[in-house]
């Protein structure tokens, strides 16, 4: 097992490609992407033996933008018999030189890529994974604890029922949803489907434990781009008072919480209210993603607020190189001003053609 899968949007595996070739290289691992036009997945083959395993442990996960999922794989599992599928599994597993590490693997996904094809696989994986698990802890896996720190999950993906690759992830450094997909409940009270955005960028990007330290009722917010409110509905769900700026209405239930201020203006020239902290600016405006990325990097140098999230808009083309930019363009105008910051970003299940980006100023 000497290659990585990693999953994607469909029609961001060019993106995902250069993206783990980069990264693997700065860790001085080198190998090539195999890349199938929206397929929703990358194969990295690694030159040297026992590289895919070491990217999988050392390269953090959460560094990654355009990846949902990133797994030590073997070859393409070919010509699977529908009589008997799990033998082959079984013995990829067994003849693994990991095999002893892979006794202690805690879960089991059996999975396919998300795409519209791939979808009808959906169920013959759901009907496959009991058999397949009642296999594996017959043969001494999935016996593991999730606190152990090579603790492992194992991972089946089919890309036909005729074909898979089998492999597996390490807990301490993955995505640990099914298909690397954070699935979420659209809100019926919640003013546009947008709001699942913000929603899934507080889950990802700040710990569970310390959510309502980082967002609670005693801090103020602004949402640039606020109108109908998707954003700002997840901050007033969550105490904050909000400023919300744009020249468009807002929904009337936000108004109706007394939790909201709206400012008709230009997000661009916006300025919070005089001797009032503002802790969190949000920002969802459609705008060249250059000019959002100076945007928020003034409103922090400025003092202005401590902490955002927000999206960066891709162009059709060079999406890879206009982040790296616009990421290099913040952390630059920050370092300059000798800030400490925390900076992420990641291309959220329910981003589209935008990423979306997490900063977080250090005492």
């Given at each position: ?8 949007r ?11 070739t ?8 080198f190998g ?5 036009p ?17 990217l ?10 355009f990846a ?9 599992l ?13 013995s990829?597993?067994r ?6 590490k892979?006794?202690n693997?805690?879960?089991?996904f059996v999975?396919?890529?998300?795409t ?5 696989l959906?169920?013959f ?7 397949l698990?009642n ?32 492999g597996?992830?390490?807990n301490?450094?993955h995505?640990p ?11 019926a ?9 913000l ?10 434990q310390k ?5 609670n ?5 602004v ?6 409110g998707?954003?700002?509905y997840q901050?007033?769900?969550r ?8 020249h ?8 109706e ?17 005089k ?26 140098i ?9 999206n960066l808009?891709l ?18 105008a920050?370092d300059?001003?000798?800030?400490k910051?925390k900076?992420?970003?990641k291309?959220?299940?329910h981003d589209?053609e935008e990423?979306?980006?997490?900063l977080?100023?250090?005492?």
């Amino acid at each position: 097992m000497n290659k990585l899968a990693l999953y994607c949007r469909i029609g961001f595996e060019k993106e995902l490609a250069a993206e783990i070739t980069d990264k693997a290289s700065e860790r001085g691992v080198f190998g090539f992407a195999r890349v199938e036009p929206n397929s929703g997945y990358v194969i990295f083959e690694c030159y040297q033996a026992g590289e895919a395993d070491r990217l999988a442990q050392e390269l953090p996960f959460d560094q990654l933008i355009f990846a949902r999922q990133m797994i030590v794989v073997s070859d393409l599992l070919q010509d699977l018999s529908p009589e008997d599928r799990i033998s082959p599994i079984l013995s990829q597993y067994r003849q693994s030189e990991l095999a002893k590490k892979l006794k202690n693997s805690t879960e089991l996904f059996v999975e396919t890529a998300d795409t519209n094809e791939a979808k009808e696989l959906s169920g013959f994986c759901r009907k496959f994974t009991v058999p397949l698990r009642n296999a594996l802890k017959k043969d001494g896996f999935l016996q593991g604890k999730d606190s152990h720190k090579s603790a492992v999950t194992l991972h089946v993906f089919f890309l036909q029922s005729t074909a898979c690759y089998v492999g597996y992830s390490y807990n301490h450094n993955h995505s640990p949803y099914f298909m690397g997909i954070q699935r979420l409940k659209f809100p019926a009270d919640a003013p546009s489907r947008s709001t699942l955005k913000l929603e899934e960028a507080i889950l990802t990007f700040i710990p569970k434990q310390k959510e309502s330290q980082y967002l609670n009722e005693n801090q103020y917010a602004v949402d640039l781009g606020a109108c109908p409110g998707g954003w700002t509905y997840q901050l007033v769900k969550r105490g904050l008072f909000v400023y919300a700026v744009d020249h468009g209405k807002m929904a009337a239930s936000l108004h109706e919480t007394g939790r909201i201020e709206h400012c008709a203006e230009d997000g661009f020239k916006f300025q919070p209210p005089k001797r009032r902290r503002i802790d969190w600016l949000v920002c969802d405006m459609v705008e060249q993603p250059s000019r959002i990325a100076q945007l928020i990097a003034k409103w922090l140098i400025n003092g202005w607020c401590h902490a955002s999230i927000f999206n960066l808009k891709l162009p059709m083309k060079k999406r890879y190189a206009e982040v790296k930019e616009c990421l290099a363009m913040i952390e630059q105008a920050l370092d300059k001003q000798g800030l400490k910051y925390k900076l992420k970003a990641k291309h959220l299940y329910h981003d589209r053609e935008e990423i979306t980006v997490y900063l977080y100023l250090l005492p």
